[in-house]
């Protein structure tokens, strides 16, 4: 909105030139998302706390979590998307075909969650919608999603896909190109989700993460760097930095109440929105290999699920205490800060390999 109005205004005042530098744009959407949420989140949190929108906690979870967590209110996705939609919505090129994405992917998966979170709410369980049923729309508004960017991008790389740390390998995956999609958008989305256990533990990895990406739309979209990185050129992609840099705002904004001990927690509403945003981004840009490495936190969690129910089914034994791995050193006696601490530094460590692919090729 500002941005359409700020070009609309450069022939007459030659400041507003600077808005439409990409750089300038995104540190705006930053602030912008950061702001909002910082101004909303005490109020949100007391409406949601006399409204009594708190979050089921697991009863099957450790009873040291179960007793500091009971009472703390949920759906604080909706703050996040809050500070994204107003970072996106006023510095952002909405006649960008990528943007338009990654809005419906985040607003759907958002509304998604939001769903979830109330369901649960309702029922004063852990239990929500079904699993399946959560997967079946999942791909839907996935599916959804791709032909939105199909019919809008005109971009020759979508069925491409590149392999970092090498300079020419390239697969054409022709029409398995959809099906790859929405298995990227629905796992990191799910993924995202299932991280989402401990105070702050999914939030940092999910700044990290579109920092990672905000870099990465920005070096693709532009034809200089691209070419020195060896990386994919894609026009427009660039405008992809200013959704990372809100992303990037809303979620600081909401760590300074989610920190430990969280006042509020972002619930599917969030953890969906902000994964399936992830797994959309890093389609885009080509780099969803990369997205497997900076992300890889959000892997190890959802792999310690698949590994878990597999070994249960097929034996009879688990091979860890509780899944997601999080609940397993918990149980194990970690201190939460501890475990939230140590995947923090973790996923720091994975986001500056998966930065380093760029250049090592």
């Given at each position: ?17 600077v ?18 949420v910082f ?21 099957d ?6 007793v ?7 759906m604080g ?88 740390f ?5 697969i ?13 958008i ?29 870099f ?42 989610n ?89 720091l460590?994975?986001?500056?390999i ?8």
């Amino acid at each position: 909105m500002l941005y359409s109005l700020f070009s609309n205004l450069i022939d007459i005042f030659s400041f507003f030139n600077v808005f439409k530098f990409l750089t300038v744009r995104t540190g705006l959407a930053m602030f912008t998302s950061m702001l909002v949420v910082f101004i909303i989140g005490n109020p949100f949190i007391n409406f949601f706390s006399s409204k009594q929108i708190l979050d089921p906690i697991r009863e099957d979870g450790p009873e040291d979590h179960i007793v500091k967590k009971i009472g703390t209110p949920t759906m604080g996705g909706v703050l996040i998307l809050s500070g994204l939609f107003s970072g996106v919505l006023l510095w952002g090129d909405l006649t960008n075909s990528y943007i338009l994405f990654l809005i419906f992917i985040v607003g759907s998966f958002g509304i998604l969650g939001a769903f979830d979170d109330y369901k649960k709410i309702k029922r004063k369980n852990s239990s929500g919608i079904s699993s399946k049923l959560k997967i079946l729309w999942q791909i839907i508004l996935a599916l959804i999603g791709i032909g939105i960017l199909t019919y809008l991008s005109d971009t020759n790389e979508l069925r491409n896909l590149y392999f970092p740390f090498f300079k020419n390998l390239v697969i054409n995956l022709g029409w398995f190109f959809i099906p790859f999609y929405v298995f990227v958008i629905v796992g990191s989305s799910n993924a995202v989700n299932l991280t989402d256990g401990l105070d702050g533990l999914a939030t940092v990895p999910v700044i990290l993460v579109a920092s990672c990406f905000a870099f990465i739309s920005y070096v693709t979209g532009n034809i200089v760097f691209s070419d020195y990185l060896l990386i994919p050129y894609i026009k427009d992609v660039g405008e992809v930095s200013v959704f990372c840099g809100s992303i990037i705002g809303a979620c600081i904004g909401f760590l300074w109440f989610n920190a430990p001990p969280a006042k509020i927690f972002m619930g599917d509403t969030g953890s969906l929105a902000l994964g399936g945003s992830l797994g959309s981004v890093a389609i885009i840009t080509k780099h969803e290999i990369v997205l497997a490495i900076t992300g890889g936190l959000f892997v190890l969690e959802a792999v310690s699920v698949i590994v878990q129910v597999i070994s249960y089914k097929l034996t009879g034994k688990r091979i860890f205490k509780m899944a997601p791995i999080h609940h397993h050193f918990e149980k194990k006696g970690w201190a939460e800060s501890t475990i939230v601490i140590r995947f923090w530094i973790i996923s720091l460590i994975l986001a500056m390999i998966g930065l380093a692919t760029l250049k090592l090729r």
